[in-house]
């Protein structure tokens, strides 16, 4: 699930206008790769605003008779919080780059509207393809795997006769030579824009491979260059990042799921067998999980102590440390005679594939929770990361404080009605320990009783 933001209300409003810029232009195939591909990892509302965008191109309109936002929301009927968080989805996946502008009219947005990337470059992707993945499933994706791949196995053995440009079509020898100024002119007239951006993981975001060790490694026992390791590259740092892996690990399984023919990394195999991996670390075996535990409160004794927090937060920051998220899950349900059910671990899987949150504030989160709820949920989990995202929490300290200064925030005091008691008008009840009956009197109730007979005699002689 995607993160929410906060946008500025001094400088985006329903009045703030919209400029719509295209960078080329999008066909209907690209719009049946946009259904396949993007609608999945978008969402309706999205994927809505994106084509709805397109539809917005300027023809022959000015800057100056700019629409303003109101006109789209009311379009799609959303407000303005929800068309902002909708529309960075599009941001992230590299289909509209957007700028703030001001003129004498006010202020502006400016929609980049980019083509979504073609069928082959996204599933070479690696942040893509694991995302389409993860929304959809791997029938699914094995499905839109074969619509879109195209063999040329036809062409082999066959001898291409197609003809060059300067083979067909004839130019002066001196407009070749020298280009002539209104060609000049022309290509002057066309802005260079950005490349299209695509989402990615930085290393630098994340705890550094050793890739000497990993090449060395596939070389020596699987045959694998360090060509086709580099183009895999990205991939690999995608994974250790999601799941946690190891160069160890990386290494066996890169062995367990290469292509032995070619000796070159098979991608769909290894993102499969990672996946496979984390699904059944979401269970290990009590055994594993205590000498995990171990080797932490080995490491708590060797590793620096910091002195703003007790014996027992030290102790959890260096777990944290040292465990990916799919063992810190498993080992604190084990702690509590829980275990780990399905929800639990997709609801962990999607959170570790966001980059905002590293492993070990991951698992700081897992603590928190586990400790106010006998499962994971992804409500709890989306409000803590949401927090910690925008008091630009970036480690396990910084995280386990931000939880301390909460749960030591002074509370309200609840509110109290009626102080006045002193006026309120309150009815005094009856004290039946008091109340004493009344002796009856038997010559009373004899008068009583001949006077109904008497008024009954006579009512029967009326009758008669």
């Given amino acids: 699930m995607a993160k929410e933001f906060n946008y500025d209300p001094a400088k985006f409003t329903p009045l703030t206008g919209y400029w719509c810029l295209p960078h080329g232009q999008i066909n209907d195939y690209e719009r049946h790769v946009l259904t396949d591909l993007y609608l999945p990892l978008l969402g309706t509302r999205a994927f809505s ?8 191109v300027p023809n022959k309109e000015l800057v100056s008779e700019r629409q303003s936002h109101a006109e789209l929301m009311s379009l799609l009927d959303i407000d303005l919080k929800t068309f902002y968080n909708e529309r960075i989805k599009a941001e992230a996946l590299g289909l509209i780059r957007t700028y703030e502008k001001k003129d004498d009219i006010g202020d502006y947005v400016v929609y980049q509207l980019y083509e979504p990337l073609s069928p082959a470059e996204f599933f070479k992707d690696d942040l893509m393809s694991i995302f389409l993945y993860e929304q959809i499933g791997a029938q699914s994706y094995q499905k839109l795997v074969k619509k879109y791949s195209q063999s040329s196995d036809i062409l082999d053995d066959s001898e291409e006769i197609s003809k060059d440009f300067l083979e067909v079509f004839q130019l002066s020898n001196e407009d070749l030579i020298n280009t002539p100024s209104e060609v000049n002119d022309a290509q002057g007239a066309f802005a260079k824009v950005k490349d299209k951006k695509q989402p990615e993981i930085k290393e630098s975001e994340v705890s550094q491979l050793d890739w000497e060790l990993i090449g060395e490694r596939i070389e020596q026992l699987f045959k694998i260059s360090e060509d086709n390791l580099l183009e895999n590259q990205q991939l690999i740092i995608n994974l250790h990042a999601f799941y946690g892996v190891d160069e160890i690990a990386l290494i066996n399984l890169i062995g367990q799921t290469c292509d032995i023919v070619n000796n070159k990394i098979d991608p769909v195999r290894l993102k499969k067998t990672v996946q496979d991996r984390f699904e059944r670390n979401a269970n290990i075996s009590i055994k594993n999980t205590e000498h995990k535990d171990d080797s932490a409160n080995k490491s708590e004794d060797t590793g620096a102590v910091n002195h703003n927090f007790n014996r027992a937060d030290n102790l959890l920051i260096q777990q944290a440390k040292s465990l990916a998220p799919a063992d810190f ?34 698992n700081i989160m897992v603590d928190y929770i586990l400790k106010n709820s006998p499962t994971l949920t992804v409500a709890l989990m989306e409000t803590v990361a949401n927090d910690w995202q925008q008091n630009h929490v970036e480690s396990p300290e910084q995280a386990l404080q931000r939880l301390h200064d909460f749960q030591n925030k002074p509370r309200n005091p609840k509110r109290r009605y009626n102080n006045n008691r002193n006026n309120r008008r309150v009815e005094q009840s009856t004290d039946w320990s008091k109340v004493t009956s009344k002796p009856v009197n038997n010559n009373e109730a004899q008068r009583k009783q001949q006077e109904l007979q008497e008024r009954l005699r006579k009512m029967r002689s009326k009758d008669n």
């Fill in 49 to 56: 605003i994106y084509l709805l965008l397109w539809e917005k």
């Fill in 329 to 362: 899950l498993a080992a604190e349900k084990q702690k509590s005679g829980g275990f780990t059910g399905a929800a639990e671990s997709r609801a962990l899987r999607d959170m570790a594939m966001k980059t905002y949150l590293s492993p070990a504030v991951l």
